[in-house]
C-alpha cells in the first residue's frame, strides 16, 4: 500500500484529495482539447460561422460567456466536429481523435466525457450542447453546477447515486493509464476510505446530500472543475480576434 501511495504521489493526501486525484486524468482532457485546438487557428482562418447574431445573442444569455467567445467557440466546435465526418456534430470519434490521436480503442475517461456533453443521449455533441457543458468549467460559473457536474462524473450508471463498483471502475482506469499494477487489497482499502467518509447515512452509496456535505469537506474535489482558458476565450484564441464579426 505505501508503495502504491508513493507512486501516485499521494502519501500525505487526504481521502477526499485522493477521490480528486482520480479524476485528474478525465478533467484533464478538457483541457487537451482546448490546448490542441487552439493551436490549428495560428494556422488555420476559421471559417465563417452560420449562426446570426441574435442566435449567437441566445446561446450566450444563460452561460457566463459574451457573444464574442461563444463565436470563438463555434469555431472551436467546428474544428471538432468537421475532423472526420463534417456534418456540424461532434461524433465520439472525433473527440478521441482530438485527445488522443486516434479513432480506436475504450477509454472509461472519454467515454464520461462524450456523456455528459451528449445531453440529448443520441451519440453526438451538438453546439448548444458544447457550450452549456464548457459553461460549468467558467471561472465565472456557479459552484453548484461545479458540484453537481463532479457527481455526475462518478454516477457512472447515472442511477442518482455513486456505488461502490462505479469509484472501483474509476479507480482501475486510472491506475490503467497510469500503468500501475496494484493487488486488490490496495484498491479495498481505498475504496473501504473513501465510503467510511463519504457515504455518511451508511446506506452503502454516497446520494447528492453526501457528496455535497464530502466536496464541502475536500474542496480539492473541485478544483479541476474550473479551465482558467475559459475565462477569456479570445485570448485563448489569439487568432480569432482579427475574424469575428461581432462587435462587442
Not at 8 to 26: D, K
Not at 77 to 83: A, E, H, I, M
Not at 110 to 117: G, I, K, Q
Request: with cysteine; net charge negative.
Amino acid at each position: 500500500m505505501a508503495s502504491w501511495n508513493s507512486s501516485l504521489g499521494l502519501s500525505s493526501l487526504t481521502i477526499g484529495e485522493r477521490l480528486c486525484a482520480l479524476a485528474i486524468p478525465l478533467l484533464g482532457l478538457l483541457e487537451v482539447v482546448f490546448v490542441n485546438i487552439s493551436r490549428c487557428f495560428d494556422s488555420d482562418r476559421p471559417r465563417r460561422h452560420s449562426y446570426s447574431l441574435d442566435e449567437l445573442t441566445r446561446i450566450a444569455k444563460d452561460t457566463p460567456f459574451s457573444v464574442n467567445e461563444i463565436e470563438a467557440l463555434l469555431e472551436l466546435y467546428k474544428k471538432l466536429s468537421s475532423s472526420i465526418i463534417d456534418d456540424g456534430l461532434i461524433h465520439k470519434e472525433e473527440l478521441q481523435l482530438a485527445l488522443f490521436r486516434k479513432t480506436v480503442g475504450k477509454n472509461l475517461f472519454l467515454d464520461r466525457v462524450f456523456d455528459l456533453f451528449d445531453e440529448k443521449k443520441n451519440g453526438v455533441i451538438e453546439f448548444e450542447e458544447f457550450i452549456h457543458a464548457l459553461s460549468v468549467f467558467h471561472p465565472c460559473a456557479p459552484m453548484e453546477d461545479k458540484i453537481n457536474f463532479a457527481f455526475k462524473l462518478y454516477d457512472l450508471r447515472q442511477t442518482g447515486y455513486i456505488e461502490r463498483d462505479e469509484v472501483k471502475q474509476m479507480v482501475v482506469a486510472t491506475l490503467l493509464e497510469s500503468g500501475l499494477s496494484v493487488s486488490n487489497e490496495a484498491v479495498k482499502a481505498i475504496l473501504d476510505k473513501t465510503f467510511e467518509d463519504a457515504d455518511i447515512d451508511k446506506d452503502g452509496k454516497i446520494n447528492k446530500a453526501d457528496w455535497n456535505v464530502f466536496v464541502v469537506r475536500h474542496p480539492m474535489l473541485l478544483k479541476h472543475m474550473t479551465l482558467q482558458h475559459l475565462g477569456d476565450v479570445t485570448t485563448a484564441f489569439p487568432s480569432f480576434i482579427f475574424n469575428t464579426e461581432v462587435d462587442e
